[in-house]
């Protein structure tokens, strides 16, 4: 295994510190080539959950008997989910520090100071890398260069991360944040398209599916709106403070609520198919749900994973974890990763919840996993960025398209 350490940036100073890395960027680029990327291939995990969608399914295989190959440490700490396109792994952390790493070694290919701390996963796409800090900056640099594109200012933090949503006629970097809105911003120069008013915080990223934006806040209203024209085509109130990002599948959306429960939503209908709580355990979910056309897998804060029939939300299983989850799980085939608070990361057998490979971190684990060309990244608290494959790979039984 190899380890790779960032070494730490020098301490901010104050306030005038925050406010000039609002317009400047420290960028340090030791790439091969400056050549632009292009658009992420379909096994790409380009974004949180991987897709518009946010289904939090891979698109192809993960080895079994897995071993750290390179371990790289940010400063102060990371609580993002990795996005990897093109052999590189894009990530930042709580120090306001952006890399860029080779997939295979864990080598900085490039560095951006952003000055405040980052909760945003990214978003790569056609060549530019977005996410979103909590002064309320959100970001575009180039993918290949960690030089600034654009910066469009929101007027609180942005820990959701960015999606992108395609309509006849354009594209739209869609966006959430602390001050009530949800943003629609135009992906090649910043400027704003659309802005939406909520009644309370967006902290979960939307999701996406044809031309729609499907977003569930601390206001606990469902949200449908229009990506092109920025309107509300229909709402829906799910009974609670919403943190999580919703997943969509089809016409059906499953999210979970601080009130203990997941709901499943007929977006055809707008209307609720199926609730879950648990009978005994009630604790929030902060964790986005990972679904297939068979199930839908959540860790909820009380310490269980929850492996639930996505057509009627009746438990197929529970796994009991040492601590609270608010990391994502993420299908691979007929298996699913998990993490916890307390450092432990997991592979369950889908079937039955059933541990077939384990490791401990020395920290928590709040970000989620990304997995691609056979490789899983994740981010632990403590700011140690971990890559792992094995030797034998195992295909995946439905990889997501």
């Known amino acids: 295994m190899r380890e790779v350490i960032s ?5 901010p100073a104050g306030r005038r510190f925050r406010t000039l890395s609002r317009t400047v960027l420290s960028t340090a680029v030791t790439a091969a080539t400056l050549l632009p990327l292009a658009a992420p291939a379909a096994a790409d995990w380009s974004q949180f959950r991987r897709s518009p969608e946010q289904r939090g399914v891979a698109a192809e295989a993960l080895p079994e008997n897995l071993k750290p190959i390179w371990i790289h440490r940010l400063p102060d700490g990371a609580e993002t989910t990795p996005a990897i396109v093109d052999g590189t792994v894009y990530i930042g952390g709580l120090s306001g520090r952006f890399v860029a790493l080779d997939l295979k070694t864990g080598d900085e290919k490039w560095t951006a100071e952003v000055g405040e701390e980052i909760k945003s996963s990214a ?15 959100l970001h575009a640099l180039d993918a290949a260069t960690g030089e600034r594109k654009w ?8 820990s959701s991360s960015p999606n992108w949503a395609s309509y006849d006629g354009g594209d739209c970097l869609v966006v959430g944040s602390y001050d009530n809105s949800i943003y629609c911003v135009d992906p090649k120069t910043g400027t704003l398209k659309f802005k939406v008013e909520t009644e309370g915080h967006v902290h979960g990223t939307p999701a996406v599916l044809d031309g729609r934006i499907f977003s569930s806040g601390c206001d606990g209203i469902l949200r449908g709106v229009d990506a092109k024209t920025g309107e509300e085509r229909s ?16 016409d059906q959306l499953v999210v979970g609520t601080f009130d203990n429960e997941v709901v499943s939503v007929d977006l055809t209908k707008n209307e609720v198919t199926w609730r ?7 604790f929030p979910f902060y964790a986005s749900p990972a679904v297939t056309s068979e199930v839908a897998v959540l860790g909820g804060r009380d310490k269980m ?20 989850i608010d990391s994502s799980p993420v299908i691979i085939g ?51 960025v971990y890559a792992f494959t094995g030797t034998a790979p195992k295909k995946a039984a439905n990889p997501a398209p």
């Open 123 to 137: 978003l790569v796409r056609d060549g530019a890398v977005y996410f979103g800090d909590e002064l309320g900056n």
């Open 276 to 282: 879950y709580k648990h009978p005994d355990r009630e």
């Open 334 to 384: 007929d298996r699913v990763i998990v993490a916890d608070q307390s450092g432990i990361l997991k592979i369950l057998s889908l079937e039955d919840g059933s541990v077939t490979w384990e490791f401990t971190a020395d920290d928590a684990f709040i970000g989620s996993p990304a997995v691609t060309d056979g490789i899983m990244v994740i981010a632990a608290g403590d700011g140690a």
């Open 7 to 11: 070494p730490s940036p020098s301490p």
């Open 305 to 324: 994973i929850h492996a639930l029939d996505v057509k009627t939300g009746e438990p197929r299983w529970t796994h009991t974890m040492r601590t609270r």
């Open 151 to 158: 910066l469009f200012e929101a007027e609180s933090s942005i």
């Open 235 to 250: 709402t829906l109130q799910i009974g609670s403070y919403v943190a999580a990002s919703p997943a969509v599948l089809g």
